[in-house]
């Protein structure tokens, strides 16, 4: 078990690593979330309400993280499939849902770093309060889920002729549940939904990240089963 | 087989020919809704059947990572074929029924959203089985995307049932025949549910026989090849 672990680390620690190295995903990363926000600050008017401004905040923001996501999943496959990286990880004498598990986390570790970017740039040029641990409490599960299934995704379509394309037609529908019910949470936290109603919608996107990424950790031994 | 098929064809063509002389002739028009109501008894039998390939692709796709058998692969991808047709023209039905009715071609409704994923998550299917090039990679690749995206399907339904709740789901289905008395309008919706059945059973198991050809002639071609690379050395 000790092992298993160890390898899970070890294939994250390395992605992580490359990019502290590097950063190259980071910066572009940032550049486009900041593009974006840009763009998307005609969709607030300053003259709307209160609730106008948080429902369209949230949306805005998780279309951003959206897009983020494609970005480093691809970009975690991508390395690999170049430098003939992944040729190597196939040929380890380890389990495949290890190899997953690895590149989950290191996702999910790029995912947050985005978004601890991200949270508090949106709360100060949009005015609102996203940096509150109820917003933690909806991101990290939302986040676990995309980095899940994008992980999935991204190690298939990179096999194949058009990666590019093929990724976000894959990987978009398949977090639209994710992603519906981060906005959802994060609307009614902005609005100060608090109790029992806030973390039902929590539990339900827990719920529903764990489910996709425990699916797709069994999928991904069939898809790498070559 | 060829007999088969024919009274197959002949039985469709003629329920397809009754439901089309029922809607048209013999069904009185609605009175709340119209004449645009007629479009019910092709949109309601296309939308229910639109969510049986989700199963059949979940369970096929399942079958054919674990057995490896290529009938399931080629199930799996006549019924999404099938699934993304059906969902088509439920969506444009839909939405013709709507304009009059509504007022506006689409709306954020659970059951809209969950009919417009599907839609997409059949593209998707489809579009890895074009981009794949390896046979065996492009069959376990599809039915991965088989199987998240019938999940995912679910998922969206009960994600936009909890948290979007425009109005009543009810409205669209067949809540607004049951109130109706006239026998004609029952009898209409039963034949063009057979009708549309039928056409739905055939054209997946058509398909699926073609791809089954298909797929022979492949393999035959393969064997050709290396004969004739035997026989050149």
Request: contains cysteine; glycine residues 4%; aromatic residues 10%.
């Amino acid at each position: 078990m000790k092992t298993y672990f160890t390898q899970i680390l070890t294939i994250s620690g390395k992605d992580i690593r490359l990019e502290i190295r590097t950063r190259q995903m980071a910066v572009s990363v940032i550049v486009i979330i900041v593009a974006l926000l840009v763009v998307a600050n005609l969709a607030i008017p300053n003259t709307t309400t209160t609730t106008t401004v948080y429902s369209t905040t949230a949306t805005v923001v998780w279309l951003c993280m959206l897009i983020a996501s494609f970005l480093v999943v691809m970009r975690s496959f991508i390395i690999e499939h170049d430098q003939i990286g992944f040729q190597g990880l196939t040929m380890c004498p380890v389990p495949r849902d290890a190899i997953y598990l690895g590149k989950v986390i290191s996702n999910l570790v790029f995912l947050l770093a985005i978004e601890s970017v991200l949270f508090p740039l949106s709360s100060i040029l949009f005015n609102i309060p996203l940096l509150t641990l109820t917003i933690v409490a909806i991101t990290v599960p939302a986040t676990l889920g995309i980095a899940g299934a994008g992980t999935l995704f991204a190690a298939m379509s990179v096999n194949t002729k058009a990666r590019e394309i093929l990724l976000p037609v894959l990987f978009f529908p398949a977090v639209i549940p994710i992603i519906l019910a981060a906005i959802d949470a994060t609307q009614r936290a902005l609005q100060g939904t608090t109790g029992s109603a806030l973390w039902q919608d929590i539990g339900v996107l827990a719920v529903l990240s764990i489910a996709i990424t425990t699916t797709s950790a069994i999928l991904f031994t069939f898809a790498m089963d070559e | 087989m060829l007999l088969q098929n024919r009274i197959m064809l002949t039985v469709m063509a003629i329920a397809l020919m009754a439901s089309l002389y029922l809607i048209f002739i013999v069904v009185p028009t609605d009175v709340n809704l119209g004449v645009s109501q007629r479009i019910f008894y092709i949109h309601v039998p296309l939308a229910v059947l639109s969510l049986i390939p989700p199963l059949i692709v979940f369970t096929t796709s399942a079958m054919y990572l674990s057995s490896k058998a290529s009938k399931w692969d080629r199930i799996a991808h006549s019924s999404v074929e099938v699934g993304l047709l059906f969902t088509t023209l439920a969506l444009i039905t839909g939405s013709i029924w709507a304009r009059p009715t509504w007022g506006v071609w689409w709306t954020w409704d659970p059951v809209l959203t969950t009919f417009l994923m599907l839609w997409l998550v059949y593209l998707g299917y489809l579009l890895i089985r074009s981009y794949s090039t390896d046979p065996d990679r492009r069959a376990r690749f599809s039915a991965i995307v088989g199987i998240l995206g019938s999940v995912n399907a679910l998922a969206v339904y009960l994600a936009s049932e909890l948290w979007r709740t425009i109005h009543p789901g009810k409205v669209i289905g067949p809540a607004a025949e049951e109130n109706a008395l006239d026998p004609s309008i029952q009898l209409g919706i039963l034949v063009s549910f057979i009708a549309i059945f039928l056409l739905f059973a055939y054209s997946i198991i058509f398909r699926a026989r073609l791809h089954a050809t298909v797929d022979q002639i492949a393999s035959l071609r393969s064997q050709l090849d290396d004969l004739s690379h035997d026989t050149n050395h």
